[in-house]
């Protein structure tokens, strides 16, 4: 059977040694440490098993959670065949094997609970294998993935199937099952309360890991509690949890990017702090602090975008970790800098305008005319040379002339770009001027 927390294959029936996880692991669903908000009574594990009407499922959430124990025990509650493959070492062959073996079951009167671990990491055609078996109900399916669903997932599938989130644990879901391990053992943890608070830490939110150390912490022979300092020589820490290619690289560079939009420099350091000591590449944090400074500060603060170039040359000239400091100062000074997106907004505005215009040309007096035949169509006629205007500004049309002038930036009453709006309010004003006394004229 699967251990308390793990997503790994039942070991073999042994009458030797069992390790705590295996000896802990859950009876029943009621005995499942956390996650509440799948296994309460309104949630909707609970409101489907109170109905009698399980469908097929996607557990979505980080190692060590409990996706595999609850997918066991649905099967116990709900009187069906539990079956556990994993993605990573099933073929197509082995899959017909488990179809035509469900099949077989259902003849007999008895479904079958699919437990796939690691379903995200099954190709498109193996995905589709499982639909018609889940729609004419041979199987149940219970999937588990620790990536985004949306993503991973044929669409297929997941009409088919509720999405589940499973959590990583608390604080307090993880001290009771630290007290339910010493029940177990029969004795206290030989720790002091700040020792076992680091102990707790370690464990990053994940079961599997904290039973893993408490076993170890259990088998050490000492009469006295032991405190902070011996407990983290003796240990090594668990490694945060971050994956440079999945969900953990997208949430945390979101979560750093609306930190510096959000004005908060405290939180902007916490998670750049955390994507390096995850070992995010720090070029890839460049690249994307310049960015923040082109889409969210803008010609608020023209500065900033030089301040993040700066800060990149410099991290490529000390390297880690004297180089991470430049990095770090970039985004203290973008998550203070005045915010505008008025320039983010008006590219993209110019963009749609570009492709709906098609290949509508220039107005021709603003095309330069090198040959006789270019000037004999009127290439260049008309054209007024700023320069030589009143005020450096003719307020000539530059669109198309079968196009409506469009107005695409609109700068906001912050930073720099108070200086611009009104520059383009003051050009705004002389255009209509000049509008006014040519339609004068030409009356």
Known sequence: MADLFGDDPAPEPSSGPRPLADRLRPRALSEVIGQRQVLGPEAPLGAMLESGALSSLVFWGPPGVGKTTIARLLADETDLHFVQISAIFTGVPELRKVFEAAKLRRRNGQGTLLFVDEIHRFNKAQQDSFLPHMEDGTILL?????????????????????VLILTRLEEADLESLAKRAEQELGRPLPLD?????ALINMADGDGRSLLNLIEQV??????TALGVETLTSRLMKRATKYDKSGDEHYNLI????????GSDPDAALYWLARMLTGGEDPRYLARRIVRMAVEDIGLADP????????????????GSPEGELALGQAVTYLALAPKSNAGYAAFKAAMVAAKKSGSEPPPAHI??????LMKEQGFGAGYAYDHDAQDGFSGQNYFPDTMKRGSYYQPVDRGFERDL???????????????????????
């Open 218 to 223: 259990a088998a050490w022979k000492t009469d």
């Open 303 to 318: 500065q900033a975008q030089a301040v993040c170039l700066q800060a990149w040359e410099t991290y490529e000239r000390l």
């Open 367 to 372: 095309l330069n005319a090198p040959t006789t």
């Open 421 to 443: 709006k009104k520059r383009l309010d003051y050009f705004a004003g002389l255009r209509a001027k000049r509008q006014g006394q040519d339609k004068g004229r030409s009356n």
């Open 142 to 162: 219970v999937g588990a993935t620790t990536e985004n669903p949306s993503f991973e997932l044929n669409a297929a599938v997941l009409s088919r199937a509720q």
């Open 254 to 261: 979101s979560a750093l990017h609306k930190s510096v939009r």
């Open 193 to 197: 309360a700040s020792a076992r608070a």
